[in-house]
């Protein structure tokens, strides 16, 4: 089985289009990669595999699959890049530069800031 049959078995398997599999498999590949890496979604690299990736999909496909008019199919595989691209483009960039929306942070309780040596936790010592 080549390259391209597993890709037509995965578009008749999930039931979903070339371009919303290019979706799916963009965000996928990104998280894979930082597990494999080990290196957060805010470092470039997880993304720059997925690009890498990606390319690599597109030569093959324009290797591969030798349409009548080049340009077209050219043009085919510049929005399968922005399909595959534009969330892990979106999650490097905002686990980046605004992580705050990406994590949840807990308010500090008078209890958490007296074990962690806080206001709290000098006020009683004080007291005593």
């Not at 999650?91 to 990406?102: F, V």
Request: hydrophobic share 45%.
């Amino acid at each position: 089985m080549d390259w391209h049959q597993v890709k037509e078995w995965a578009e008749h398997a999930s039931g979903l289009d070339m371009d919303a599999l290019h979706v799916h498999g963009g965000v996928a590949l990104q998280i894979l990669f930082a597990l494999i890496l080990r290196r957060p979604l805010s470092s470039p690299w997880p993304w720059l595999c997925v690009a890498g990736a990606e390319w690599a999909n597109e030569i093959y496909d324009y290797r591969y699959e030798v349409w009548p008019d080049r340009s077209i199919q050219l043009a085919e595989g510049i929005r399968d890049g922005w399909n595959t691209m534009v969330i892990p483009t979106l999650l490097l960039l905002l686990c980046r530069y605004a992580p705050g929306l990406m994590v949840r942070r807990r308010r500090a309780s008078n209890a958490d800031a007296g074990e962690a040596g806080g206001e709290a936790g000098e006020r009683r010592e004080g007291a005593d």
